[in-house]
């Protein structure tokens, strides 16, 4: 070996050895389950339910909502032949509380951990008002990977809660700011004086006060979070992408969401979409019209 080749040869083992001397590059974490948790990749937990088996039907809670506000829908659909899932939000019931991540970018990915870890194929979501729009965003950001087949909007905050420009229907935006200074006195005392629009008048104290205590389950801060970014969004251009079967069931005595400025004008923007229009509906509906709503998503699911 002459001298060039000796000095190309030890660049050679040096390369090398600099390169194995590299600490390797760690591949991204992958979401886990272990019991009723999903670990997502940052390493907090979500809390889940997944019951029964068969066709994969995945809810969606409403802003400061749970699980376990799907009860009379999990427990009859899972019984009747249906895979039914349920998870809490970051900083809501029994999940982790990250004290970030309040937006719908990552309420999606989070929304997307769920389903990688619980391998779900071909579910229909059942998305409760503000969870709308994490569905529609998972949509726009992860593509559906075959794991999402169908969706109903119940109650929905889409499509734009605002009033802008070129909507001039929406809320004025101080009135949002002026809700969130509330929630930042007094949220029990908040969630108490708006209680009874949410349900309907034969609605039991016992059902009222079961559904207040899932709301107050929230973190103050995710409460207020999660509002801004609801109030702020506008999926107008999103819903007008979606390409999949979309149902929207809205009740015409809906005061948090009222029918004119949400699932009236957001079903006009999906492609095929159905609307359902519950007469005397508020938006407490998955406990006001039990049985018309799970008729409604099992047959939508077979469909």
């Known amino acids: 070996m002459n001298r060039r080749d000796m000095l190309g040869a030890g660049a050679l083992l040096g390369t090398v050895m600099m390169a194995a001397a590299q600490p390797a590059v760690a591949a991204p974490a992958k979401p886990k389950t272990s019991g009723n948790w999903v670990t997502l990749p940052s390493g907090h937990r979500l809390f889940m339910r997944d019951w029964g088996e068969g066709t994969p039907v995945v809810f969606l809670a409403g ?165 801004r970014a609801m109030t702020a969004a506008d999926f107008r251009a999103e819903l007008a992408k979606l390409s999949i079967p979309v149902l929207f069931i809205h009740g015409d005595k809906d005061a948090s969401a009222p029918l004119p400025i949400s699932a009236g004008p957001a079903s006009k923007l999906v492609r095929g979409a159905k609307l359902s229009v519950y007469e005397g509906a508020p938006h407490g509906l998955f406990v006001t019209h039990v049985a018309r709503l799970n008729a409604d998503i099992a047959a939508f699911a077979r469909g």
Not at 83 to 101: K, L, N, V
Not at 145 to 151: L, N, S, Y
């Open 63 to 227: 802003w400061t909502l749970t699980s376990e506000s799907w009860a009379y829908q999990m427990a009859p659909l899972a019984a009747a032949g249906h895979r039914c899932i349920a998870y809490d939000r970051r900083g809501q019931g029994r999940s982790d509380d990250p004290g970030a991540g309040y937006d719908y970018d990552t309420l999606a990915d989070d929304l997307a951990a769920v389903l990688d870890a619980l391998n779900v194929k071909g579910a229909t979501v059942v998305a409760h008002s503000m969870s709308g729009g994490e569905v529609v965003r998972y949509l726009s950001r992860h593509g559906g990977k075959g794991r999402i087949a169908k969706v109903i909007f119940l109650a929905t905050t889409l499509p734009c809660l605002t009033q802008k420009a070129d909507n001039p229907t929406g809320v004025p935006a101080p009135f949002f700011d002026q809700l969130r200074g509330q929630f930042a006195t007094d949220f029990p005392a908040w969630i108490e004086g708006n209680a009874d629009p949410f349900v309907v008048p034969a609605t039991s104290p016992l059902m009222r006060t079961w559904i207040k205590s899932i709301m107050l389950s929230a973190t103050l801060q995710s409460a207020i979070e999660l509002n």
